[in-house]
Nanobody, 125 residues
Framework: QLQLVESGGGLVQPGGSLRLSCSIS????????IGWFRQAPGKEREGVSC????????NYADSVKGRFTISRDNAKNTVYLQMNSLKPEDTAVYYC??????????????????WGQGTQVTVSS
């Protein structure tokens, strides 16, 4: 059974860091690109970052470039999102998702067909 499970969210002060994990089972991780998305209250879900099946290609939303880093460990079936210099506007539920793409990646939601349940990130003093 295909499953994606996010973890690592929590409450952090502005300027702090968190590392999110996406643990994957039920499919071969190194076949597919994986993306991270977020949804703040009252807003649409938006793409944050993605990583290709090999990890050689990554993309980031302009709002997180230079602060967030996506990585993957195919041997551990896990994708990570390291978030540094967090801002209150980063507050959202963060989701990981499996893309239908293998080579390359995109943060366009329609290219993703399986989603985790999300993990809450709150940035507040």
């Amino acid at each position: 059974q295909l499953q994606l499970v996010e973890s690592g969210g929590g409450l952090v002060q502005p300027g702090g860091s968190l590392r999110l994990s996406c643990s994957i089972s039920g499919f071969t991780l190194d076949y597919y690109a994986i993306g991270w998305f977020r949804q703040a209250p009252g807003k649409e879900r938006e793409g944050v970052s993605c990583i290709s099946n090999s990890g050689g290609i990554t993309n980031y939303a302009d709002s997180v470039k230079g602060r967030f880093t996506i990585s993957r460990d195919n041997a551990k079936n896990t994708v990570y999102l390291q978030m540094n210099s967090l801002k209150p506007e980063d507050t959202a539920v963060y989701y990981c998702a499996k893309s239908i793409l293998r080579l390359g990646c995109t943060t366009v939601l329609t290219w993703y067909d399986s989603w985790g349940q999300g993990t809450q990130v709150t940035v507040s003093s």
